[in-house]
């Protein structure tokens, strides 16, 4: 076990090496920070004044390794636009970004399972076909058009008028497919609960849930329909193999069957692609994020972007970098817990 | 660890602030305004940049000497009057019983504070370059003296917003000069303020939201403001910025896309509000990298194939004014002989005429995110000039990548916006067409590297001309030449758009500058 971590946490360091040589070997083609710090009317002479103090004009091999020799000592640099160290920057940033991804990774859970397993038991049922077509159809969506089209019939609302509205039918009609708007279409509101350090939630307040809403909806629509498809595969697998048959030939409930033997040994491969699935969600939230001004690491680090704002743009790809290991790591863990026979340690068993 | 809410006016400075000014506190001042810009500024310190951000914040939360009024005039603000004393020196009388957000009573020297701050800071000493002195005669009066007659000491004084100079003296707890001007990293003045503007920051959370309340003590009693709150959230995506002003998530938005100002016009509960601006789009034609553009006649060729009213109605949706000068109308160069000059066949005539009937190839760059539909208009442009045998190289960039090549002049043709600082059309020559010149500064943004002796020559005096009418005729002569030796290609001045919900009376306290008087607004 000591030995599987220890070998994950030189990992860890490879990758963020990696990622960081990479982040720092693009910034040339990422724009000069310095349009975004001074105005237009400044001059050329104040400009190199500026660019010396930041240490700009060294070159790159030199302002690696005074990147290299502080991040070693755990400091990342200063963002230029917040003028805070860029860990703090992103700290700030990170629980808005996690409660949306805890958010969609409810809702996914919630409706995967007893879809996909449903449409496993019951594959010909009318409701099956249709819960696979239209996953077929949010797969195909993009996220910011689910976001888009979310924003409109929920926040601001439409009326429908094509139907007769003079007919009794037409009205209702038009009713029913009219929506009042009235969800909050931007950001967390202002109901946010402090829980500990820079993480205040939206969870424990009824107006911080309704600012949750519409962008998980939009950032698990992406993932959603993956994780039925996914489940009700396996599912149908396992519903094949010998020991189920065996019990079923035992005589044990359906129930006790589908939901204990079946599930289990089905959610194992859906572990493993969730748990690497919940890292690109933290890269999908920001198409969700810009679009519902959600002040997240996503929002965060697409305008690191556009302002040149490179400390902060390496700092990012580092944090992502360590999360995805890091969740990869849980994930083989949690993995030996579920399957006893998976060894991580390569003792034999 | 530490929260980012910093809580910057502590009730101990409130109620000192009240002990001072005890009756002022409006008692209708109860509304609340939730806004939304795109940004949000990048700092509390004023003097750190100059952008739209931050003037839009310096007029919240600080007041200037006086300020433009909706139709480009003065209006007294903490300076109560003003006179000329002789051709170098301006008086001024500065407003009594004004307090600062911290309790301090604005006097002369706070003046003088800011005005040497203002002189060393990278972006505002520019402006200020001009004045050699600030020199205190009383409390409440003070003169600024210029080395050489100055027509614009008017213009400079909009950007002079007295700061608290006990405020800002002194160490902070690092040690550090709370007066330092820091372009990044974590000043003093980049997190604290006081000013004597109508809006305290009470709370900010950079990039997320940012609080202001009343200012209790604000010496404008005559302000007809009654909103005592603001929430500003900055909302970058165009479309979820109109999103949330149609669903009420917003009362106020600005910038208002194009694309969706008739979505809002539509709309029953809101409101739209638009000005012709004065942020001028123009291409350079480079003279030192191709060597045809020195040739008069193929820039006129070239001004003559462009049709401005074309891509103001086509790909602008009207929403701008087409261009035949720098100047927009309202500024005192603004010459209402100048009329755009589309005319391909005679275009066609100039370059045959030149010795290029069958045309070359140059290269074009512009930037895709920084002006309204830039991209498309160079496009735009460069199917215009293939009409007359141009073959365009076409190149476009977002701005980060942009300005780079734009500092290397690193095509024939590059697109610019220009807005003036001064408010007035001399800036327009002095950054894009007099003679590029390191030593001076001259000619900055001039990527045309156009350069014609005379032209400059009437431009520096136009700078010492202090009596208006005079000056008017020669900056209007100034725009004559350069039209006539087609400098550079204008194209128009983008339009300006606000929109809020129909309760909000924005209109009166809107001006072309884009910095909305939010201390004046009324909400009914």
Known sequence: ?349 | MKTLITTFTSSVMFAAALSIAPMTLAAEADKTLRLAYDADPVTLDIHEQLSGGILQLSHMVFDPLLRWTQDIDFEPRLAESWERVDDNTMRFKLREGVSFHSGNTLTSADVLFTFERLKVSPDFKAIFEPFTELKIIDDYTFELITSEPYPLVLNAMTYLFPLDKEFYSGQDDKGNDKATITKHGNSFASRNVSGTGPYTVTSRQQGVRTVFDRFPGYWDTQSPGNVGKIVMTPIKENNTRVSALLSGGVDFIAPVPPTDLDRIRRDANSQLVTMSGTRIILFHLDQQRFEPFRDVRVRQAIAYAVNQEGIVARIMKDFATPAAQLSPEGYQGYNPDLKPRFDVDKAKALMKEAGYEDGFTITMMAPNNRYVNDDKIAQAVAAMLAQINIKVDLKTLPKAQYWPEFDARAADMMMIGWHSDTEDSANFFEFLTMCPDTETGRGQYNAGNYCNEEIDALVTRANVETDPDTRTAMLQDIERRLHDDAAFVPLHWQDLAWAARKNVQIEPILNVMNFPYLGDLVIE
């Open chain 1, 1 to 349: 076990m000591l030995a599987f971590l220890i070998k994950r946490v030189a990992q860890a360091m490879l990758v963020m090496f990696v990622i960081s040589l990479v982040s720092f070997a693009i910034q040339d083609g990422l724009g000069d920070p310095l349009q975004e710090l001074v105005g237009l009317s400044v001059s050329m002479e104040e400009r190199q004044q500026i660019r010396e103090e930041l240490g700009l004009n060294d070159p790159l091999v030199v302002q690696y390794a005074r990147f290299a020799g502080k991040a070693l000592r755990g400091d990342l640099g200063v963002s230029y636009f917040y003028g805070e160290p860029t860990v703090e920057v992103i700290l700030n940033h990170l629980p808005a970004t996690l409660e949306l991804v805890i958010g969609a990774s409810l809702i996914i859970f919630f409706l995967s399972v007893p879809i996909g397993v449903y449409a496993a038991i019951k594959p010909r049922a009318l409701l099956s076909r249709f819960f696979m077509g239209v996953s077929i159809v949010g797969i195909s969506i993009p996220v910011f058009l689910t976001a888009i089209v979310l924003i409109q019939l929920f926040s601001i609302g439409v009326t429908v008028t094509v139907f007769p509205e003079d007919t009794g039918w037409g009205h209702w009609l038009n009713e029913a497919l009219s929506t009042n708007g009235g969800m909050p279409s931007y950001g967390r509101g202002d109901a946010l609960v402090p829980l500990f350090g820079t993480w205040e939630s939206g969870f424990f307040s009824q107006r911080g849930l309704l600012h949750l809403i519409l962008p998980s909806i939009s950032l698990a629509s992406i993932m959603l329909p993956l994780f039925i498809r996914l489940i009700r595969a396996e599912m149908l697998e396992v519903l094949q193999s010998d020991y189920i048959r065996f019990a079923q030939a035992k005589g044990l409930a359906p129930r006790r069957i589908h939901f204990l033997h079946a599930l289990k040994n089905t959610m194992l491969p859906v572990i493993t692609v969730g748990g690497v699935q919940v890292g690109t969600m933290v890269a999908y939230t920001i198409l969700t994020e810009t679009v519902f001004q959600w002040p997240g690491v996503g929002l965060m680090f697409l305008e690191a972007i556009t302002r040149s704002d490179i400390p902060l743009i390496v700092a990012y790809l580092m944090v992502v970098g360590l999360i995805f290991v890091i969740t990869n790591t849980v994930v083989d863990l949690i993995y030996g817990l579920v399957n006893p026979t998976v060894n991580l340690t390569g003792k034999k068993a």
